[in-house]
């Protein structure tokens, strides 16, 4: 198989002033090509085309709730299963968020966020530790039966048809059960943060989904707040 090519580019960012944090990014692999320009102190434009419209829905609502400019443009081998995609997704916005916080002198370095949607309720706490760690529990009622599958593979084994099948219910499910956690572990892997994720209860996969993706991106916003005059917001003197 050919090797896989990564570009990632950036603008600078100031270590004396972490202001005007934004730049552009690029990912491209035998499988997916991933363009990203994102703005971490804008007002929440976003432009987002991943091909998969409920990728770009949640993606649209990371970047509205955060406030986040962010425009992507990802194309991927979706015909064979959209992990890839995802995965890759999750990756870009992982590393953008790492270059462009810098050193994290100034940030407020911990947010957290509760987000209700209807009769879901989602809890994110994330720490720009320079650490990566990531923790989903769900405690909703559709949770139980994603317990009886041993691993997620077997779940994708489930659903390795779900594409010719086409139905949105199919696809909310495995966002629902797979395809979230995929993106924010990547991301986290990748920002080098410790991200938990608290489905505390819910009915309705969609909603679910909805609110883990707006409290995620409220949590880390609120994390990457500049506190004027604030050195490393750590003991150590770095992060």
Do not use: W
């Not at 943060?193 to 609120?222: P, R």
């Amino acid at each position: 198989m050919e090797k896989s090519k990564v570009e990632n580019k950036t603008t600078k960012v100031k270590k004396d002033r972490p202001k005007g944090r934004k730049g552009d990014f690029k990912r491209k692999t035998t499988e997916t090509d991933i363009k990203l320009s994102l703005n971490l102190d804008g007002k929440g434009i976003y432009d987002i085309d991943t091909g998969v419209p409920f990728f770009n829905h949640m993606l649209e609502q990371f970047s509205k709730h955060s406030r986040f400019d962010m425009t992507l443009k990802a194309k991927g081998d979706i015909d064979v299963d959209l992990h890839h995609l995802i995965e890759d997704t999750g990756i870009v916005i992982g590393g953008a968020l790492k270059e462009l916080s810098g050193d994290k002198k100034g940030i407020q370095r911990f947010g957290s966020a509760f987000v209700p949607m209807d009769e879901a309720l989602v809890h994110t706490v994330v720490d720009f530790s320079g650490r990566s760690f990531f923790v989903y529990k769900d405690n909703s009622e559709e949770a139980g039966s994603v317990y009886l599958i041993k691993s997620l593979e077997e779940l994708s084994d489930k659903y390795s048809n779900f594409d010719k099948e086409g139905t949105r219910e199919v696809l909310i499910d495995k966002f629902f059960y797979v395809y979230s956690n995929i993106f924010f572990e990547a991301l986290c892997k990748n920002a080098l943060i410790n991200l938990h994720i608290n489905v505390m209860y819910g009915s309705n996969n969609h909603h679910i989904v909805e609110a883990v993706f707006k409290s995620a991106g409220i949590a880390i916003a609120d994390a990457l707040k500049v506190a004027e005059g604030y050195g490393i917001p750590s003991t150590k003197g770095s992060i």
